[in-house]
T-cell receptor, first 115, second 113 residues
Framework: AQSVTQLGSHVSVSEGALVLLRCNYS??????LFWYVQYPNQGLQLLLK??????LVKGINGFEAEFKKSETSFHLTKPSAHMSDAAEYFC?????????????FGAGTQVVVTP | DGGITQSPKYLFRKEGQNVTLSCEQN?????MYWYRQDPGQGLRLIYY???????QKGDIAEGYSVSREKKESFPLTVTSAQKNPTAFYLC????????????FGQGTRLTVV
């Protein structure tokens, strides 16, 4: 079964510093890859996704992620953190053979931004 | 505006009672999903439905039931058989298609008292 690993359940960054959130998947066939953000007591919002083509994907709010097949990774970055980036971030995958796109989620990474 | 509406936002239930969580979407999506979220565990799939009058169990279906009588609606019942029902429940929907993303509702926080 597919699994998704997010390294670090909590990350603290200073305002203006680089945000780096790590995600690795387990399948030998690269899945479709997603990053979602969740603010307290709210639903999830899609930041970006990778399906095919260019391996560097740009998303909303200045985030981007790079798919690296050799490392089975899809790490999320933002060059300069804002206070508004404080939230929980989830990496998710869906199998390329699944036309209905059921998602498998990582455990999430809570991001705290300090002034 | 198109979207997914979950109600209520907060729900309190006494032990031994069944409770139903509502989920409605106006995105014309075929697929709908229920996830359970617990701290440190990410989201786990409870049930999903790809067409009206059909649904499948997810990873943690025990103690839950669903129905899909209309394309727009996918209610979740948390039964008294669910041993630890206190959690945040999220409903989602997606169109059919490889790589299609899911759209989420705002969630229902269920607390058993």
């Amino acid at each position: 079964a597919q699994s998704v690993t997010q390294l670090g359940s909590h990350v603290s960054v200073s305002e203006g510093a680089l945000v780096l959130l790590r995600c690795n998947y387990s399948s030998s066939v690269p899945p479709y890859l997603f990053w979602y953000v969740q603010y307290p007591n709210q639903g999830l919002q899609l930041l970006l996704k990778y399906t095919t083509g260019a391996t560097l994907v740009k998303g909303i709010n200045g985030f981007e992620a790079e798919f690296k097949k050799s490392e089975t990774s899809f790490h999320l970055t933002k060059p300069s953190a804002h206070m508004s980036d404080a939230a929980e971030y989830f990496c998710a995958v869906s199998d390329r053979s699944d036309s209905w796109g059921k998602l498998q989620f990582g455990a999430g990474t809570q991001v705290v931004v300090t002034p | 505006d198109g979207g997914i509406t979950q109600s209520p936002k907060y729900l309190f239930r006494k032990e031994g009672q069944n409770v139903t969580l509502s989920c409605e979407q106006n995105l014309n999506h075929d697929a709908m999903y229920w996830y359970r979220q617990d701290p440190g565990q990410g989201l786990r799939l409870i049930y999903y439905s790809q067409i009206v009058n059909d649904f499948q169990k997810g990873d943690i279906a025990e103690g839950y039931s669903v129905s899909r009588e209309k394309k727009e609606s996918f209610p979740l019942t948390v039964t008294s058989a669910q041993k630890n029902p206190t959690a945040f429940y999220l409903c989602a929907s997606s169109r059919q298609g490889l790589g299609a993303e899911a759209f989420f509702g705002q969630g229902t926080r269920l607390t058993v008292v």
